[in-house]
């Protein structure tokens, strides 16, 4: 999956910003991270592994949560803010959700994963997904066996 794509010296030069079009020095070392949005395929995969416990996102945690244990659950915020990451303003008014792969758990800490890593998600994105969420979780809890 490519939820976001890193712009750095030796890929391709930056061209999504006035700063990086204006200059070809900085295009070629523009560290922001552009978001790569998901296909559709992209989505059923991350809907899958939400659902069958595969994937855990913020949206697990609940609001408290969220507010005093979001940096303790997805480590790399615990030493970096996301502007120090390379995430701008306006990269940041647009995610939708923090996520990662359970298989990418590390020890978990008062019944809570902690993971060395971290994906995020665009809103938008996040939008279509959190509706298919909803709906797969209805459809198989109408399985009957």
Not at 58 to 77: A, D, G, T, Y
Not at 114 to 120: D, K, L, P, Q, Y
Request: charged fraction near 30%.
């Amino acid at each position: 999956m490519t939820e976001w794509q890193s712009v750095r010296r030796g890929k391709e030069p930056c061209t999504e910003h006035d700063e990086c079009k204006e200059s070809p020095a900085m295009a070629e070392a523009c560290v922001r991270f552009r978001f790569r949005r998901m296909t559709d395929d992209d989505l059923r995969q991350f809907v899958d592994g939400v659902v069958s416990g595969q994937i855990f996102t913020v949206h697990h945690m609940s609001e408290v949560q969220r507010k005093n244990n979001l940096h303790h659950v997805f480590m790399p915020l615990a030493f970096q803010d996301l502007e120090s990451m390379g995430f701008y303003e306006e990269d940041i008014a647009n995610i939708g959700t923090i996520w990662e792969h359970i298989t990418e758990c590390g020890p978990s800490i008062n019944g809570m994963p902690i993971f060395f890593s971290m994906r995020v998600m665009h809103k938008d994105d996040w939008a279509r997904a959190s509706a298919a969420i909803e709906r797969e979780r209805t459809r198989r809890g109408r399985i009957e066996v």
